[in-house]
């Protein structure tokens, strides 16, 4: 309970110190800063062992080590030394053997994105999109999707019928950044409302 | 200087200072105003709600604390809903300082409906490099998950030993803050035909619809509107609700400061013309 008030505290007036920030950059505002990132920096990397080294790593070396599955525990050698070489990074001159594991990480990203991207994304958007035209909303998606992609051809000069196909795609573009807009606007009053709402309602009890 | 071009050039500090006066005043006079549900979201409680009793729910936290005053209310009004459904809820996430916020509300909604840890909840906690994960849980969720956040054994928990991959999963909860729900969709949706529901923030709701307009998602909570509306839905209401009237005054001044500023620009263009 007291932990839990003094927690309410120390949260008050860290987010007091970040909002002086709207009056004017101050030492306070930087203070607070600097604690959250050095605090979320200590927290990821509790978090990677408590959640990933020792779990991954130690524990099933040592379950294996003593199940005698010893190619399952000696193989996690690999994984552990990358994961050191990966670290070399912060040494200018060995910098180069930091890319071995590198590469193993963009390798598979970039293997699971790519399938993922086309099964998951644009095989079913594309068949969302060839819809039957019937109404007037199935029209206007045609109409949207073919602007807009005449917007990003760039292989003929944008004149004549090309011009104003890609002018109405500028439209649909503009549509979507509005929408897009309106709703990271939305957003951001909701985050200073959470805010407020943490002030007068966990902190000062004027909401209740 | 005449009035419009006055405020063309305001101190943006005023604009500061009347947001605040906008955000605190509905908050602490509470005016009640009618929430009005919309489609997606609609369609998100009516795929938890037609779930049988002691279906397992995958609630995954992908967000963090910036974006909690968004999702964190969709958080608890989705947990409600589920505990009051009897739906067997396993709690994850895939951004390390996102999962503490899922623990606070398990341990605020589960005593409400009297659930028990192990029995009606599990939290299996975090673990990174989430493309390999949301693969791999199509084959064996112990391939990554062999314990809880605890340290202990997932076979230890009765309702866990039925479940091993998506096929044991009725549905999945993205609430996310970026492209963690993006993932779900592609790789568990697309590739395993996981049933998913998706609660973001306002900022990357626009980018759902069009999984939710291909029937890739069920249904969309976005922002904290979406937020309010589920709230309105399982008749519990929260800060969601109760942060409503603000989000309209605020939109409100806005859209007022947003109109006064472009006609002070024009008339001041027009006499500099002149």
Redesign the interface.
Known sequence: MIGDIIGTWIAATLTIAIFSF??RDNPLYRAAEHIYVGI?AG??VI??WA??VY??LVDTFKTNLSARNYLEAYILIVPALLGVIMLLRSIPKLVWISRIPLSFTIG??AG??L???V???LL??I??TLRPLINLNNAIIYIGVITTLTYFYFSKEHKGALGALSRIGIVFIMV?FG??FG?????R?????????FL??DWLP??R | MNLWERITTIDRRIIYLLLTIVVITPLIIKPKILVRVSQPVRDAFNAVDQLPAYSVVMISIDFDPSSAPEVQPMLLAILRHAFKKDLKVILTGQLALGLPIGEIALNQVAPEYSKVYGKDYVNIGYRPGYSALMVGIGREIRDFFKTDYRGTPLDSFEFMRSVHNYQDIALLVSLAHGAVADAWIQFAGARFKQKIIVGCTGVNAPGMFQYYSAHQIEGIIGGLQGASEYEALVQKPGSATLGMPAQSTAHGLLILLLIIGNIGFLISRKRGKR
């Open positions: 709207l009056y979320s927290f990821a978090y990677a959640f990933d779990p991954m598979i990203g699971l994105g399938i993922a991207s099964q998951g994304y079913p958007q068949s969302d979507a929408a897009s709703y990271t606007v939305m957003a009053v909701s985050l200073l409302i959470g805010r407020f709402y007068f309602h004027l909401i």
